[in-house]
């Protein structure tokens, strides 16, 4: 009875053993198509759909002092976008658009891993 237990915990708690390269491989397989994990070069640059992963780190880091906010603020940005909510310009919108919810896409602890490897890259 007690492993029937445990293993809902052990199921759900799997993100938590993710290694830095597997988080980082999530990272680029969620959101590289759009938004660009790493360098920006030229050619990265023409194809960018959304603002780059380190700049997205930037204005948060800007705008939540505290960590944990501002992973509490990519999760929820990542599944209710709101143009109330976003931390650029409007110029940003008009370039890029609305980001569309990643709800069902991504789970919420997978969101939260992407958000603590963006904003300690």
């Known amino acids: 009875m007690r492993k029937l237990l445990l293993l809902p915990f052990l199921l759900s708690s799997s993100i938590w053993a993710m290694s830095p390269e597997d988080v980082e491989t999530l990272a ?3 959101c590289n198509e759009c938004h660009l994990i790493g360098k920006l070069t030229r050619d990265s640059f023409k194809e960018i759909k959304a603002p780059p992963a380190w700049g997205i780190a930037r204005k948060v880091k800007e705008k939540y002092k505290n960590r944990l906010n501002g992973i509490d603020y990519i ?12 931390l650029f310009p409007k110029e940003t919108i008009e370039r ?4 569309p919810s990643q709800k069902g896409k991504v789970t919420e602890e997978e969101l939260r891993e992407i958000a603590k490897y963006i904003l300690d890259k």
């Open 96 to 99: 890029f658009g609305h980001m």
């Open 28 to 30: 680029e397989n969620k």
């Open 75 to 86: 999760v929820d940005y990542a599944i209710n976008p709101d143009s109330k909510k976003m």
